[in-house]
């Protein structure tokens, strides 16, 4: 008799054995380009021997297919899309239920700052340290524990059910191998028939709002001079800072907090916010000509970003138009210096440089049936259901919303860990979220 998918629970030991060879292959998941490019099949191959016996050409019912968008350039980076068929593919009205964006690469980690070897599983408790066991490869040893179940109980579910595991989605320099790529070729047209759970969170609640992200840098434009002689010209140090502080100013009296964030609860509203200086060759007695501020914005998804950048870039026009309306530091601190008997004229002025292409961030459907089937199974497992909204970005996923695919997204590591050292998951979450996952398919169901 065919188990209840409501039941479905973790195969401890499978999913530790699993997650093991995946974690063993992290040396070679690091993803940094150009001194570390991932070789995704590594981890893949473990995945695809796992469920071998169960796939359709080995008498099973799993139809599995790895998908390498540019074999020619990267012959070892392949996506994985799983299927269990449901009982109307192939009709006029077909339903699906799909798992996507856990991911087979790995930010770096450094061995010497680790009080663990990141590249090995190892198991202390309930903790689970390692290299991707939050983020992400936890998440696919998960998901394919449960395609294993799947198809070893053979419920017949109206729904077909997918899980698509993919590449290259800790850095974006390498583009069009990874879930973009899937999406342009139609390769993920199946899954617009019903939700999409974008599988790549953490702490086991929804994330119902996440923030989009644009980097840049803010340079100012002076003249070198030796410091006895600071009226002679523009100190681009102090221009820089005056700058952002004006800009800043102005992003928060544009972008403040949208009404719509506390229906999300989203715990920051949108931001601007400087991280790093490049670095400056110079002295101490050496008054720079040059000087680089920069960080990145986070804005909120009811903010367009297009129109964001064009604000500043106006801001920043304005700004050169009247540099001499900026604050100064002091009598001998000037924005613009006039030509005068042995002093060149030198006028300063600002300019921004927006770094690769914008992550808009996203506000997930809340009156979607995929919303609400998560939300019931969390609330039912866990005891409450408390969704989150954070500015944290998830690449590609808003792309995937406005293709017409009806995003949700959660994860079962910890938040605490993503992209850290020592990162760990627990095992407990991870037995808790199999329960989830299969109660969601079975309201959907119902």
Request: a negative charge; one cysteine or more.
């Amino acid at each position: 008799m065919t188990k209840p998918i409501a039941s479905y629970e973790l195969d401890e030991q499978r999913f530790l054995t699993l997650l093991g060879k995946l974690i063993g292959e992290t040396e070679h998941l690091q993803n940094r380009p150009p001194a570390l490019i991932p070789i995704e099949d590594n981890a893949g191959r473990h995945v695809i021997e796992s469920l071998k016996p169960y796939l359709k050409e080995n008498g099973g019912v799993l139809e599995l297919e790895q998908v390498h968008c540019d074999p020619v350039n990267y012959p070892k980076r392949g996506n994985i899309i799983i299927e269990y068929p449901g009982t109307t593919k192939g009709t006029s009205s077909p339903k699906t239920i799909s798992f996507v964006g856990s991911h087979l690469d790995v930010v770096p980690a450094d061995k010497t700052a680790w009080d663990r070897n990141p590249f090995k599983l190892i198991i202390e408790g309930d903790k689970l340290y390692g290299r991707g066991t939050t983020d992400c490869l936890g998440h696919v040893a998960l998901l394919t524990d449960l395609f294993i179940q799947l198809a070893t109980e053979k419920p017949k579910l109206k729904h077909s059910i997918f899980a698509v595991f993919i590449v290259s989605e800790e850095n974006d320099e390498i583009p069009g191998i990874g879930v973009d790529a899937l999406d342009h070729s139609g390769k993920m047209n199946p899954c617009k028939n019903g939700p999409v759970y974008w599988v790549d969170s953490a702490d086991s609640q929804p994330t119902i709002g996440t923030g989009g992200a644009q980097t840049w840098n803010l340079t100012a434009h002076g003249k070198n001079m030796h410091s006895a002689m600071p009226y002679r010209t523009v100190n681009s140090v102090e221009l820089v800072n005056e700058a952002l502080a004006e800009i800043q100013r102005r992003f928060y009296i544009d972008f403040k907090a949208h009404p719509k964030e506390a229906e999300y609860k989203y715990d920051c509203s949108s931001t601007m916010k400087p991280t790093l200086w490049k670095p400056i060759a110079g002295s101490y007695n050496t008054i720079p000509g040059e000087s680089t501020i920069c960080g990145d914005i986070r804005l909120t998804p009811f903010y367009d970003m297009k129109e964001m950048r064009a604000k500043v870039e106006g801001y920043i026009k304005d700004i050169n138009a009247n540099i001499t309306d900026l604050r100064n530091r002091g009598p001998f601190s000037k924005y613009d210096v006039p030509a005068s008997e042995g002093i060149e004229a030198v006028r300063g002025s600002v300019s921004i440089e927006w770094l690769g292409e914008a992550s808009a961030g996203v506000a997930c459907k809340l009156d979607s049936d995929g919303y609400k089937a998560l939300g019931q199974a969390t609330k039912e497992i866990l005891g409450s259901l408390t969704p989150v909204a954070t500015c944290g970005t998830l690449p590609l996923v808003r792309d995937l919303q406005d293709s017409g695919f009806d995003i949700q997204i959660t994860g079962f590591g910890k938040e605490e860990t993503y992209h850290a050292d020592n990162e760990y998951a627990l095992l407990s979450d991870f037995k808790n979220a199999v329960k989830i996952l299969a109660r969601t398919i079975d309201l959907l169901e119902n």
